[in-house]
């Protein structure tokens, strides 16, 4: 199966700061990564697909970026509502995975 | 409006049997591919398993950890999707999501492909597994 690995696990930050959070697969997945907002007690909710796709209705501070093994999903101004833990997730083999999850917290 | 409402879930002992199922409304749900999400108490998710739609083949795919316990199945007529839990194992506690899979095509010169990803979330129902 291919692994996916998050970083970092958290991210302390403030309203109108910049996020990165990266996610590396264990091996070349081309484009087929999408990333998931999650917050407690509510279903995942899809924000970017192929790596840098928004979903329709996704605040456009949301981007994503990367392809083969190596990819990013950038806030560019973090907002209250933000608060939350992102998920990246492979479908780039028969058995899809996702990463451990990151977790932003305010700061 | 496209809707999943998940049902089935409930407290089971271990080796036994549970069958959870998925309502789908707001679209036509013989064209979905279909998916199956758990996450166990304050872990991450874990992609469960998938279903095509009996136009591209009806064939399914597991993740290991359940291959061989669990079935992802679906009636079109019902607009119901599946997931028949065998020989649960403490470690299968989780709430199970129900998804649709999306596509986006891409298109390169003489040939065309997807990218897929789980685009609707039901509310998810929770499997306790415990003596």
């Known amino acids: 199966d291919i692994q996916m690995t998050q970083s970092p696990s958290s991210v302390s930050a403030s309203v109108g700061d910049r996020v990165t959070i990266t996610c590396r697969a264990s091996?070349?997945?081309?484009?087929?990564l999408a990333w998931y907002q999650q917050k407690p007690g509510k279903a995942p909710k899809l924000l970017i697909y192929?790596?840098?796709s928004l979903q329709s209705g996704v605040p456009s501070r949301f981007s994503g970026s990367g392809s083969g093994t190596d990819f990013t999903l950038t806030i560019s101004s973090l907002q209250p509502e933000d608060f939350a833990t992102y998920y990246c997730?492979?479908?780039?083999?028969?058995?899809?995975?996702f990463g451990q999850g990151t977790k932003v917290e305010i700061k | 409006e496209v809707q999943l409402v998940e049902s089935g879930g409930g407290l089971v002992k271990p080796g036994g049997s549970l069958r959870l199922s998925c309502a789908a409304s707001?679209?036509?749900?013989?064209?979905?591919?279909m998916s199956w999400v758990r996450q166990a108490p304050g872990k991450g998710l874990e992609w469960v398993g998938r279903?095509?739609?009996?136009?591209?083949?009806?064939?399914?795919d597991y993740a290991a950890p359940v291959k061989g316990r669990f079935t992802i199945s679906r009636d079109d007529s019902k607009n119901t999707l599946y997931l028949q839990m065998n020989s649960l194992k403490t470690e299968d506690t989780a709430v199970y999501y129900c998804?649709?899979?999306?596509?986006?095509?891409?298109?390169?010169?003489?040939?065309?492909?997807?990218?897929?990803?789980?685009?609707?979330w039901g509310k998810g129902t929770t499997v306790t597994v415990s003596s």
């Open positions: 998804t649709t899979v999306g596509r986006s095509i891409a298109a390169r010169p003489g040939y065309y492909y997807y990218y897929y990803y789980m685009d609707v």
């Open positions: 707001g679209f036509t749900f013989s064209n979905a591919w």
């Open positions: 279903i095509k739609s009996k136009t591209d083949g009806g064939t399914t």
């Open positions: 091996q070349g997945i081309s484009s087929w």
């Open positions: 192929a790596a840098s």
């Open positions: 997730q492979q479908a780039n083999s028969f058995t899809w995975t």
